[in-house]
């Protein structure tokens, strides 16, 4: 039987700094639409919140990358990856 997980950082601090991240990115981007970009799987929830906290008009899209290790397939990949985009949505 493992050790039980324990909370290291507090879901409200958390919380809280992904809310003072939104506002200092619609602080200091210039006015006007933004597309923010994650990759997929891990930025997903992470992104879902910053997202509603920037207080602008936000395209979000999403990036899927696959390793191959040490593979060479597929041939048209370089550095062993992957990249393809998924689809995008807007907020206003």
Excluded: K, Q
């Excluded at 899209?61 to 393809?84: E, I, K, N, Q």
């Amino acid at each position: 039987m493992g050790v039980p997980p324990r909370e290291i950082i507090p879901a409200a601090a958390i919380a809280r700094r992904v809310a003072e991240l939104g506002a200092e990115i619609g602080a200091r981007l210039p006015a006007g639409p933004l597309t923010v970009v994650g990759v997929l799987r891990g930025a997903f929830m992470f992104m879902a919140d910053l997202v509603r906290a920037i207080p602008r008009e936000i395209t979000c899209d999403f990036l899927g990358v696959r390793s191959y290790g040490d593979a060479t397939w597929p041939r048209r990949s370089r550095g062993g990856a992957s990249c393809w985009s998924r689809t995008s949505s807007t907020r206003a």
